[in-house]
């Protein structure tokens, strides 16, 4: 469970890509997308539209990254309970998180925050700062997503922090039965945010992390058993039609997505589709997939510059096609090497640091027993 797994890497670097494709359609038609997006195909009002945005599904994206978030985690808290004691897992487990979140997050936010007020400096005419100095501090602490708005998914892997650490021990208690327990809870806090602790954004999407972390154990290995490489590629066709016939709202289309989801990752860990498996780990699907964090809160950085010049330099009208696309792409191609630099100077060392940090504190309260002890 411990293993990084490159097929799933892969997965997590073309789904950021087509995030970052979705919002360039999203971004300029704003609200007016989302009578298309939502209506069923028999009411929406463009039907190539409603379907050209399933396959690039950002939303749908962002499930999945849930689902295999719980699946990474969970093995990551197997091979850290081998030497923690609950409550040192708990404090080690959270400062790793904050670690991994944060630091890339920060530099992108402040370098965003800089850059801005540098092309309103030059360009007062294109450029202007829609945010505060309150506001940005805000989403710095993810406590609030008030202007950056592709956060709000940081600030639900914080907020699932003392779920996923709650569902770990249930199932250590419990075995599977504890987390399909828990997973139970998780579906009704859907209807009830006080199950989720009332955590913004959280109560939706709980359900996710814990059909990850079922994913990875003996239930993903029953329900992928009959999974092969042929059968596995009915799954994109079933999330994409699955979720076009009914209104996208209905509360069952995340589940429903979850599901299929935690199918494929299961079937991805397992070993059930070594053709699939081997194509997703093909060294560019691995490159996306190991800077997909940088990239995901980067890509909304040059989603905004480039819309702006896209507009107002080249000329060309929001809500077609071609520019929309052009968006999205030109998103995409200016982000990555940015987002090499990121993972490289701020993501890796932060990890490291993460990893650190918890020994450090350790040794230091060791010693400091040690002397409390020879002073008594």
Known sequence: MTQRNDAIDGL??????????????????GDSIYPIFFAPLTETASVWRKMLLQVINGDLAVNVFFVMSGAVLFGSLTGLAR?????ALALDF??????????????VLLGFTAAYAALQWLFPGLFQLYFTTAQLLANLSLAKIVMYGASWTLQVEMAAIPFILLGFWAWRRTGEAGLVMFLAVALLARESAWLAGGLPNLQQRLFLFILGMLAIGPVGEAASRGLGD?????????LILGASLVDYRAGLVSVFQGLLAALAIAALFHGRLPRIGRALGAPVSVFLGHISYAFYVINPVFLEFNRIVILHVFGWAPMGFWPDLALGVSATLCSIPLCVLCYRYVEVPGIRAGRLVFPALRFRAEQWLGIARSAA
């Open 12 to 29: 997590r670097g073309w789904l950021s890509i087509s995030v970052c494709i979705y919002h360039g359609f999203l971004i300029p038609q």
């Open 230 to 238: 042929r059968s596995a590629l009915a799954i994109p066709p079933l």
């Open 94 to 107: 959270t400062i790793r998180r904050v670690f991994r979140i944060y630091p890339a997050f920060i530099v």
């Open 83 to 87: 030497q923690r004691r609950p409550a």
